[in-house]
């Protein structure tokens, strides 16, 4: 990958070519571990300007430290399903940095999961969570249990022996999980309860995204969508653009997509198309987003029912078609690397002219080279989709300080949040000479401030 990062002064090639050693390293001890090796060489390149700037960075070891976890946990899972026969998985926890706050992100229930999906989240989430300004620091988890066609009894035993071996390892001040892909309000009620069970006591604060009435935020089921589009109208304000009327195509259809949905639309734009593992629908008059949310929220249905219901729409089967449908903006919010090279040549080419990674690393990094030698505006995941995080962060203070703020109370922090990790991400890039290169400022921007904190808490 480029990321039109030049290597002319000599301090600059020292740094490029510690970052490489690094890099090297990092392959060579974690082999095979492509996504993850993916998350790190975007950000090691995008760091190359601080060490040439800056080397007492390099001099203090940083990067080889940040991108060691802390520590890793992998535990097996037991469980037993509706049939009576035993279930084997296996959960990860990777408690990733903890200069900044305790641990701090979500847990994924996917059958692709493995050590490299959530050491690449886990590091990515090290930085998007630096930048939101909140004291959280850097953690990853999840299980490959697949949640697809199972009952409810099946989801709350499983959840309930996942929590059996986590909770002796996370807490209010140590680690705080919440939901990624595959779990959702209902999931992250049945850890809280397991995990309330074995501690004997009403820790709030030990999980995030639980429900409303138990200790939850108001938005902060909203708050990855809102806060995509939030940022993305960020990047077209600065260009005198805003998202009236401008055609939008969402990928997914969970929770990421379908808050990101209905904001572009109370933004004025039309959203014509979004999907899920299955397929995609395409709604030219815009999607309802009613129908949407009962069929994938209510009813645990696929999105292909959305056609039965509304007959002028159209669905297709796979998911990379999306990505041809002609639009002005693109807002990737389904899974890693759902934009590769070719799909990013079509999006350029039908005009597309801002990209908001609503998911995390849905881009491949031949994507984003395309975006960025095309001036596509392009609003990289771990600034454009922190507003999740950030929102649970803001649960996590309600809770420490046993109070509720209202809807309107965290959707305005979350929005001035957005609007800060945006300018933060403008200002780095320009003083680092990228810029309008949000991929470079961002991961600038976000590593500045856990640097410091182990620069100051020495070689820990
Ligand atoms: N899974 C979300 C993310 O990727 C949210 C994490 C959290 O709220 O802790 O940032």
């Given amino acids: 990958m480029t990321l039109s990062v030049r290597v002319e002064q000599s301090n600059e090639v020292t740094a490029k070519n510690y970052v490489n050693e690094v890099f090297e390293t990092v392959k060579k001890r974690n082999p095979n571990e492509t996504e993850f090796h993916q998350a790190v060489e975007e950000i090691f390149q995008s760091l190359i300007p601080v060490f040439a700037k800056q080397p007492k960075y390099m001099e203090a070891g940083i990067l080889e430290r940040m991108v060691e976890p802390e520590r890793q946990i992998i535990f097996r899972v037991p469980w037993v399903d509706d049939q009576g026969k035993a279930q084997i998985n296996r959960g990860y926890r990777i408690q990733y940095s903890s200069a900044i706050g305790p641990y701090k992100g979500g847990i994924r229930f996917h059958p692709s999961v493995n050590i490299s ?35 409810d009894n099946e989801i709350m035993r499983f959840c309930q022996s996942f929590m059996t071996e986590l909770f002796r390892h996370i807490g209010p001040d140590v680690d705080v999980p919440a939901g990624d892909i595959g779990v ?189 030698n095309n001036n596509i505006l392009f609003g990289p995941a771990k600034a454009a989709n922190a507003g999740g995080v950030a929102v649970s962060a803001l649960e996590m203070a309600q809770n420490s300080a046993r109070l509720s703020w209202t809807f309107e109370e965290v959707d305005a922090k979350l929005h001035q949040i957005m609007i800060n990790i945006y300018q933060q991400s403008v200002k780095a890039s320009e003083e680092y000479g990228y810029s309008g290169n949000l991929v470079v400022g961002a991961n600038i921007a976000g590593f500045l401030k856990v640097a410091d904190a182990m620069m100051f808490q020495g070689l820990v």
């Fill in 117 to 151: 999906i959530i050491k690449f989240l886990g590091f990515e989430q090290i930085l998007k969570n630096s930048l939101t300004g909140q004291p959280i620091g850097g953690g990853k988890g999840g299980s490959d249990f697949d949640p697809k066609g199972k009952s």
């Fill in 184 to 372: 959702g309000g209902r999931e992250v009620g049945y850890m809280f309860g397991q995990y309330k069970r074995l501690r004997g006591a009403y820790e709030a604060g030990v999980l995030t995204g639980k429900g409303v009435g138990y200790g939850g935020s108001l938005a902060r089921t909203e708050a990855t969508g809102y806060g995509t589009v939030y940022f993305v109208n960020e990047m077209l304000k600065d260009k005198g653009m805003s998202f009236e009327d401008q055609t939008v195509v969402v990928s997914g259809s969970g929770n990421v997509a379908i808050y990101a949905i209905e904001k572009a639309t109370q933004f004025g734009a039309k959203v014509v198309a979004c999907s899920d593992s299955n397929g995609y629908i395409y709604d030219k008059n815009g999607i309802n987003l009613d129908t949407v949310k009962r069929i994938k929220e209510v009813e645990r249905k696929r999105i292909s029912e959305y056609v039965k219901e509304h007959p002028e729409s159209e669905y297709y089967e796979g998911c990379t078609g999306i990505w041809s449908i002609p639009c002005d903006i693109a807002l990737p919010c389904a899974t890693q690397n759902e934009i590769n090279e070719e799909s990013a040549n079509i999006l350029v080419k039908n005009g597309v002219k801002a990209i908001g990674e609503g998911a995390n690393m849905p881009s491949t990094l031949e994507a984003i080279d395309v975006f960025l």
